[in-house]
């Protein structure tokens, strides 16, 4: 739009100019007229005024034609006028200019600091819920241990002794409490061979070595057990002039039963615990034993002819399991008819480490 109208009034410019020029023409003949009537005095008069019709007449003929030239390029341009005017009129939005859009482009300070403030957000969150978290399970710790503590406070009777209240009673048959029975139900003829040692009260440390090693025995396997020649221990058969290698049970005169030392202890060590072992013979039967022997730290099978091993049953019967906060207490039902036993042993074996180990006897009548 703004660009035609620049050439319509460019045009009317250049149309005005070319009057102008007329104009300026045509006085420039009346002045060259002059100017001729003034130098050609003695001329012709008759010539001069026939030449100076014809110039003026052909100077007037040719603005007559720059006139009506004129005329047709102002009406042309006002139809062009008109016409663009309708046109734009009718589809105002095909001749409107399109507008400029001026892109930005991102300030890298801008964008810097606005990543900086992001991420001093998002590490603001994580540590808010960190710290909620840490109160949270803070609070759920010290919940779990005063309930602990609560059920491990310990409650005097009257008579002076401690009540734990977190005693749980067992099922006879659980694995530990059988495994834990194992370790101390004996028989008759064993009673007899400890000469009851497990039939009175105290602690298991005071037990004798001999006992320890007997019940420590008890739990090897017949695989544990190595056989050897009598011929190599003869010094030490020599110091039983009441024993003979081997066992009574055996035909071959010249071989015995040999058990090594460390898987003794280890047994030994699993009932009475760690420290607990130490090297002295013990029977394995009235007639029989194992002795020591130190330069090869090896037990050797000696025996005696057999004697009479008559002993009174003694029925024992299992009756009750507890868990304690310090560990587990067995009770044992003694009964014989024929003496008239009848009484009760208590076995408590102390928690170490995650082990139970046996502490104390008490036979209660």
Do not use: W
Not at 42 to 60: F, I, L
Not at 133 to 139: A, F, G, L, V
Not at 209 to 223: A, D, F, H, P, W
Not at 250 to 263: G, P, Y
């Amino acid at each position: 739009m703004n660009e035609f109208n620049n050439d319509i009034n460019n045009n009317e410019n250049d149309v005005i100019e070319e009057i102008r020029d007329e104009d300026n023409l045509e006085n420039l003949d009346e002045e060259n007229e002059e100017e001729v009537k003034n130098d050609n005095n003695k001329a012709d008069s008759s010539n001069n005024k026939g030449s100076h019709k014809s110039s003026k007449s052909h100077t007037k003929e040719k603005v007559v034609e720059k006139v009506k030239e004129k005329d047709k390029s102002d009406n042309k341009k006002d139809k062009n006028k008109e016409r663009y005017d309708s046109r734009n009129q009718n589809n105002d939005f095909y001749y409107r200019e399109k507008p400029v859009v001026v892109k930005q482009g991102v300030n890298p300070l801008m964008a810097f600091i606005l990543f900086v403030l992001i991420m001093i957000f998002i590490g603001g969150c994580g540590l808010l819920l960190y710290i909620k978290y840490r109160q949270d399970n803070n609070k759920t710790n010290n919940n779990n241990k005063e309930a602990t503590e609560n059920v491990n406070t310990n409650s005097s009777n009257s008579n002076g002794t401690t009540n734990n209240v977190s005693d749980e009673q067992l099922d006879l048959s659980n694995t530990v409490v059988q495994t834990l029975y194992s370790y101390v139900k004996t028989t008759g003829l064993e009673d007899k061979l400890l000469n009851n040692a497990l039939a009175s009260s105290g602690s298991a440390s005071s037990l004798k070595n001999s006992v320890k090693n007997y019940l420590g025995y008890r739990l090897l396997y017949e695989s544990d057990i190595d056989t050897g020649k009598c011929s190599d221990y003869s010094k030490l058969l020599s110091d039983t002039s009441e024993y003979t290698c081997g066992s009574n049970d055996d035909d071959k005169s010249d071989e015995t039963k040999i058990l090594k030392s460390k898987l003794l202890k280890e047994k030994v060590e699993l009932i009475f615990g760690p420290g607990s072992y130490k090297e002295e013979d013990f029977n394995d039967k009235t007639y029989s034993m194992y002795k020591y022997d130190k330069s090869t730290d090896k037990y050797v099978l000696i025996s005696k002819k057999a004697s009479n091993t008559d002993s009174d049953s003694i029925a024992k019967t299992l009756t009750k399991a507890m868990k304690t906060n310090n560990g587990i207490e067995l009770y044992e039902f003694q009964e014989n008819n024929t003496t008239g036993l009848n009484r009760n042993v208590k076995y408590t074996f102390i928690n170490k480490a995650d082990a139970y180990y046996l502490s104390k006897i008490e036979v209660q009548k």
